[in-house]
């Protein structure tokens, strides 16, 4: 008989994906999401196999946690050519993927999981994934094992869309992404996503080092305090920040403004275009790589109204900036989710996003989205904030409770349920049976 | 009226490069180069297609013919064996136990099915006594006539294997090859090497036309065939076929087990014997007819010009590339290296894209012989992505220069 739902006595779940849990493996976001979505998988009982571009000094099969987590590392003979990391040899990796993942998946984990009576959910992630998961489908659908498997294709941003066959696709995979600001970009090419948002891990909701936060305060002494990280990316609007610490001089008051950019040459022309503006910079440097080495390193700073970051920033610190500052700007013109904001809103802090793919975000409910590029508008709901201590902490609490709808054992239920209706749409789910109300009943 | 018939079959299955091409990583090693550029699951794919519907049952048929007095002649390629020797150890059993039979002769081909005879004749000899230690150690038997990749033979080529050491040699007998002559005898062509010519007309009947409806003379019985065989005037009948001829390019149902099957007793119901090459150069050895050579090669295949294989341009850059690869795989100085290039050198790689810019049957046969997966590619991309594969192996060698 079949199940109607899915569990993790019936259900196994592939991850594919170029970034996964390795350091060598993680460029972006990406390799994060999918470290978060399998474990957060594997704990809630499903056997979970991640496929990804691994580390190649690393064993090519291991598993972890607690025996659930199975991860495979592709491509290892390549990656030894390449050290560099994840992308370095992108292409040869990427044909490689292609040529020999599907296969394994169909003999070694859709085979066996059929033979068991079991489901395999397939998840393929970015456009690096697109045709192996469609080469996966076409192979279990020539080796009657298609209907064993739901397939899941998701994406996390519009990155080289146009190396996807989308008719190809939107045909072999039901394709999900993490907003609806990307769901309205997709259907330019011709597909209708399902909408799963993206997830933090419960740890981005910890309570944060109060005390560490009122040292920055105290060091920085920025009024008001903002901060912004990220790639130097246009998208990420890093001219509207530093034009906005222009403003608020301007308006009178003393702001101060870390950063924490990446290697990307638009960096120099943010710091170029602070200097235009009358804004001083300061780089800053740290000596090791602890929150303390970093909070000694903002210690000796000196003043500035830009401080520029050079140095490693560890998660727990970065979380404390979140928290510290008056204004975390998470301003990006195109996000299609925009993570950082959640992990600030998580950090208890003030995320001014923009108005793209942040889903989550209410404006003077939970955070401050902005529907401009002008610095103004920032420049504007910071002194509204600033003259506004009470509504500060009403949007810090609020933050705080939509942070934890966010987190990944929540975003698995949105996940499961929309597996659920594909897996029965396919077949491959019974229909689930309804029980009748009591106020509904045909004597009602 | 002949009186003996020599029946040569060659058995060969291409080394098929991947399209489309794999990217190679900078600083790859021979092994890793080699996995790029060769299409191994592929190739195992079809090796088991044909072992299933040719060479199992025709190894089988063969095997019970030859036991009750039919002569066989058989070539081999390694590119063949190879294959045979990593995916199915069976078949290469029952072929050990064919060879080894008295009626069978081995017969040499170029051991990668290639045409490193146009690029280098003193390499091509080495590699012809390369492939008679290697079937020695596979059959424990030396090749003592040959042949070489599509029956290719020329004044060059003819000099080069009497130099190698061999008897005889084989060719197709086209008339522009023939002239005025026969194929039904035994020639020479200045040297002691033999030459058999290939009845073209009488193979091809069985090799190409056996199954085909709109032929005049379809369908073709077992005693027809052999009236023909004994009509033809001369000493001898040569024949040869691809061993892919028996349920491969001709199934099963077609009949041509069956034809097979009676071959033999209607050969000799018509009162013709069979012959080893080997037994035929003893025979007619000592009154073997000259026969000039062109200094262009000859070729079973097509319309019996090197054209087949260098006819287009597509073709004519692949040979270009092939070229580059070999030479260039030469200065590196490693031997994994030039082994790689030999094997790029295989003949197959221009005879899959004779069909590029042509029709007709010539290019009907080609394009049946290109792997059905590469269509997915376009004509196009066909083309372009099997000379990436020549450039990528290129700049593989970079590193190594």
Known sequence: MRASQVSPANTEFVVMS??????????????????????????????????????????????????????????????????????????????????????????????????????????????????????????????????????????????????INWGRLTFTNTVTTVSRYMKHIMWGFGCDPLVIPNGIPRRALDPVDESAVASVRATLKGDPLLFKIGRFDPDKRWNMAVETVARLKGMGMRPVLPIRGGI???GAEVIGNARALGLTVKEVRADGRSVADCLQALASAGQADVLDLRFFLPDDFVRIMYRAADAVLANSGHEPFGLVGLEVMGAGGIAFTGSTGEDYAIPFENSMVLDTADPGEIAGYVAHLQNHPSEKEEIRLGAARTAATFVWDRVLNNLVSKLEYIARKQGVLAAQEVSPTLSGGRDG | ??????????????????????????????????????DERMNERYFRKVAKW?????????????????????????????????????????????????????????????????????RFIQRM?????????????????????????????????????????????????????????????????????????????VGYRFSNRSWSGFPLS???????????????????????????????????????????????????????????????????????????????????????FLGNSAQQAVFQLMLQCYNTALLTGKPELDDLALWLLQSDNLHLIQWFGRGGSEAEVSAYFTPDEWWELGPGGIISEQQQVYRNFLGALEPYL
Request: charged share 25%.
């Open chain 2, 129 to 205: 006594e390369w492939a008679s230690d290697y079937l020695y150690g596979l059959f424990g038997k030396r090749p003592v006539v040959t042949d070489t990749t599509e029956m290719c033979m020329s004044e060059s080529i003819y000099h080069a294997l009497d130099r190698a050491g061999f008897k005889g040699a084989v060719l197709d007998g086209r008339p522009w090859v023939m002239g005025w002559r026969e194929a039904t005898h035994l020639y020479n062509a200045g040297k002691p090497l033999k030459l058999l010519a290939r009845d073209y007309e009488l193979s091809d009947d």
């Open chain 2, 54 to 122: 040719c060479y199992y049952p025709a190894t089988r048929a063969f095997t019970e013919l030859v036991e009750e007095g039919f002569k066989l002649s058989i070539g081999f390629s390694v590119s063949f064996l190879k294959q045979a020797e990593m995916w199915d150890q069976e078949l290469l059993a029952l072929f050990q136990r064919l060879v080894r039979h008295e009626n069978v002769e081995l017969v040499g081909v170029e051991p990668y099915h290639s045409f490193i005879f146009l690029v280098d004749l003193e």
């Open chain 1, 264 to 266: 990307e040459p638009h």
């Open chain 1, 18 to 163: 170029f970034e996964g849990p390795d350091q060598y493996s993680k460029a972006g976001g990406l390799g994060v999401r999918v470290a978060e979505l399998s474990a957060a998988l594997a704990e809630r009982g499903f056997d979970t196999h991640v496929m990804f571009v691994g580390d190649p000094n690393l064993p090519a099969e291991e598993t972890v946690g607690d025996g659930r987590l199975h991860l495979h590392r592709w491509c290892q003979w390549v990656s030894r050519y390449y050290p560099e990391g994840v992308y370095q040899g992108e292409n040869e990796k990427l044909y490689d993927f292609n040529e020999s993942a599907p296969w394994y998946v169909m003999d070694k984990i859709v085979r066996p999981a059929a033979e068991r009576g079991r489901i395999v959910a397939i998840l393929g992630e970015e456009w690096h994934t697109a045709e192996a998961v469609s080469r996966i489908s076409d192979l279990l659908y020539r080796n009657g094992l298609r209907k064993q498997a739901v397939q899941f294709w998701n994406a996390n941003n519009t990155m080289s869309f146009h190396r």
């Open chain 2, 222 to 308: 077992a005693d027809t065939y052999a009236h023909w065989l004994r009509e033809a005037r001369g000493d001898f009948v040569f024949l040869a076929w691809d061993y892919e001829t028996f349920g491969e390019h001709h199934s099963k149902d077609t009949g041509i087990f069956d034809f097979l099957r009676w071959l033999p007793a209607e050969v000799r119901r018509n009162g013709m014997d069979f012959l080893t090459p080997s037994e035929a150069i003893a025979k007619y050895g000592d009154h073997s007819y000259d026969l000039p050579l062109s200094a262009f090669p000859s070729t079973w295949a097509g319309s019996g010009g090197m054209e087949f």
């Open chain 2, 1 to 38: 009226m002949a009186n003996d018939l020599i029946v040569y079959t060659v058995i060969h299955q291409p080394r098929r490069i991947k399209l489309p091409a794999q990217p190679i990583p900078k600083g790859a090693g021979p092994e890793d180069i080699e996995r790029c550029l060769f």
